[in-house]
């Protein structure tokens, strides 16, 4: 007989602490911001249980532990999840390089995946760093790791730059 699980996800309206919102601080300033909690992280944080780690200049991690919610059909976490990390701190990472009133969203993402993670795998790290940055498209890479550094995956992404509103 199957135990059935259940998991609750609350957040805030999206619409009040969305980046557009608060053009009037930097990438860094917006990300430091939700880190601190005084500004709410995204529903799909919530929704997947990723949370801000670390934000400097030009880099970004972010936390995530893998738990049963996050399986697919073989009891291992599924791709799209850890893709959904990737993308994130590596659009985090080049967020935390642009100046008020600039934004960036992805056009582009490749994912390797290394080895299969479970809840065994323990709390991830998701380290992201710019590889380069110009004035309508940033490159951008990223890895996520143990707390052994061990490797789990890692991913390429393009984001494009423009300005909000």
Same mark, same amino acid.
């Given at each position: 007989m199957d135990i059935e699980r259940k998991r609750t996800i609350v957040w805030d309206d999206p619409q009040i602490n969305k980046r557009d919102a608060v053009s009037s601080i930097s990438g860094l300033d917006y990300l430091r911001a939700i880190r601190d909690g005084k500004i709410s992280q995204p529903p799909v944080a @919530?929704?997947?249980g990723y949370q801000i780690k670390e934000v400097d200049h030009g880099f970004a991690v972010f936390e995530l532990d893998p738990g049963e919610q996050h399986y697919n059909p073989f009891a291992t976490v599924h791709g799209g999840i850890l893709s959904t990390l990737l993308d994130t701190t590596m659009t985090a990472a080049?967020?935390?390089?642009?100046p008020q009133n600039i934004t960036c969203s992805t056009i582009e993402? @490749?994912?390797?995946f290394i080895k299969p993670v479970n809840t065994q795998s323990k709390l991830l790290c998701c380290e992201a760093r710019p590889i380069h940055i110009g004035r309508k498209l940033a490159t951008v890479?990223?890895?996520?790791m143990d707390g052994n550094n061990e490797l789990y995956a890692h991913g390429v992404g393009t984001?494009?730059?423009f300005k909000v509103g």
């Open positions: @919530k929704l997947i080049v967020l935390t390089t642009l993402i @490749k994912v390797n890479e990223g890895r996520i984001c494009m730059i």
